[in-house]
């Protein structure tokens, strides 16, 4: 006889439950107490690392950042620097370096740094100067501006 | 006449300039002397700051950079980093303002590997509202050598 449809007792079943269960539990091996065994407790815990992990992929840009400029600070105090008026002198003098660089600077190559230090301190100075002064003083060697063309 | 708390002003008293006639002079013999230097031959290892795929990176000979996305060179092929913003020895630093000349550095790299990154998840998940995304997001990499770096004794 010809059997155009299945038999209604026989159903298809799952034959690669073990190999399915396996690919989450990998992720939960290095976990602590039942969830690193048990797949029920280990999805949900899972999920929640996978989601914490992309959400961190984007705060670890900030505290990246964050850890730069304290380094940044730390190492211009000691050459008697603030932060913000070592930053904001460089930029004048027109010397655009990152801070993951110039942290890497004041790490490794600290007369590098310290040759920078002293060329915000100067630049600081003129700009004082030339606003305080505010005649016919001669204008600040380090504040002339550089044009490319 | 005694001091009150109007005499002086209350930001602190800034040093004078040194003459500019004397600081050029200074200026000229300081870039004479590097110059002097750099013909000799008399640095050890450089290093540079080289601004590269959007990043700036601080670079010696034959060390490995590797960056997040896809070179339009095959592996093997010799490249030249131009865009030098630093370059220092153990005596002297070239800062530029921001580039240096491209007539003063010479920063040759080697493209070595160009793979992809591992497997990043990303998983966007919602809670009581039953709703989940997984994708797998794989970066292309290129990895590379730099080989040397030159400098000319060029300066003014």
Same mark, same amino acid.
């Given at each position: 006889?010809?059997?155009?449809?299945?038999?209604?007792?026989?159903?298809?079943?799952?034959?690669?439950?073990?190999?399915?269960?396996?690919?989450?539990?990998?992720?939960?091996?290095?976990?602590?107490?039942?969830?690193?065994?048990?797949?029920?407790?280990?999805?949900?815990?899972?999920?929640?690392?996978?989601?914490?992990?992309?959400?961190?992929?984007?705060?670890?840009?900030?505290?990246?950042?964050?850890?730069?400029?304290?380094?940044?600070?730390?190492?211009?105090?000691?050459?008697?620097?603030?932060?913000?008026?070592?930053?904001?002198?460089?930029?004048?003098?027109?010397?655009?370096?990152?801070?993951?660089?110039?942290?890497?600077?004041?790490?490794?190559?600290?007369?590098?740094?310290?040759?920078?230090?002293?060329?915000?301190?100067?630049?600081?100075?003129?700009?004082?100067?030339?606003?305080?002064?505010?005649?016919?003083?001669?204008?600040?060697?380090?504040?002339?501006?550089?044009?490319?063309? | 006449?005694?001091?009150?708390?109007?005499?002086?002003?209350?930001?602190?008293?800034?040093?004078?300039?040194?003459?500019?006639?004397?600081?050029?002079?200074?200026?000229?013999?300081?870039?004479?002397?590097?110059?002097?230097?750099?013909?000799?031959?008399?640095?050890?290892?450089?290093?540079? *700051?080289?601004?590269? @795929?959007?990043?700036?990176? +601080?670079?010696? /000979?034959?060390?490995? &950079?590797? =960056?997040?996305?896809?070179?339009?060179?095959?592996?093997?092929?010799?490249?030249?980093?131009?865009?030098?913003?630093?370059?220092?020895?153990?005596?002297?630093?070239?800062?530029?303002?921001?580039?240096?000349?491209?007539?003063? *550095?010479?920063?040759? @790299?080697?493209?070595?590997? +160009?793979?992809? /990154?591992?497997?990043? &998840?990303? =998983?966007?998940?919602?809670?009581?509202?039953?709703?989940?995304?997984?994708?797998?997001?794989?970066?292309?990499?290129?990895?590379?050598?730099?080989?040397?770096?030159?400098?000319?004794?060029?300066?003014?």
């Amino acid at each position: 006889m010809v059997v155009l449809s299945a038999a209604r007792w026989v159903r298809s079943r799952l034959s690669d439950r073990f190999w399915r269960v396996q690919e989450v539990l990998k992720y939960a091996r290095h976990f602590r107490g039942r969830k690193n065994r048990c797949y029920k407790l280990a999805v949900r815990s899972v999920r929640r690392a996978f989601v914490r992990s992309t959400k961190a992929r984007r705060e670890k840009k900030r505290f990246l950042r964050a850890l730069w400029i304290t380094r940044i600070e730390a190492a211009s105090l000691e050459h008697g620097l603030k932060y913000p008026a070592f930053i904001g002198n460089l930029l004048k003098s027109q010397v655009e370096l990152n801070r993951k660089v110039l942290a890497d600077l004041a790490i490794y190559e600290p007369k590098t740094f310290k040759s920078l230090a002293a060329l915000a301190q100067r630049r600081r100075q003129e700009g004082f100067l030339a606003a305080l002064g505010d005649g016919k003083e001669p204008e600040g060697i380090f504040s002339r501006v550089v044009h490319h063309h | 006449v005694a001091k009150t708390s109007l005499t002086s002003p209350p930001w602190p008293e800034v040093p004078k300039l040194p003459d500019p006639v004397e600081e050029a002079k200074y200026h000229a013999e300081v870039v004479q002397k590097v110059n002097g230097l750099i013909s000799a031959g008399q640095y050890g290892r450089l290093f540079a *700051v080289v601004h590269f @795929a959007s990043k700036q990176w +601080k670079v010696t /000979s034959e060390d490995l &950079i590797m =960056m997040d996305n896809v070179l339009e060179a095959e592996c093997g092929d010799r490249i030249r980093l131009e865009k030098v913003l630093l370059v220092g020895a153990d005596d002297f630093t070239l800062v530029g303002r921001p580039l240096l000349g491209k007539d003063l *550095v010479r920063v040759e @790299a080697t493209v070595i590997e +160009k793979t992809e /990154s591992w497997p990043k &998840i990303h =998983m966007r998940f919602r809670k009581k509202h039953n709703y989940q995304r997984k994708r797998i997001i794989m970066n292309p990499q290129t990895v590379l050598r730099i080989n040397t770096i030159e400098i000319y004794p060029c300066l003014s």
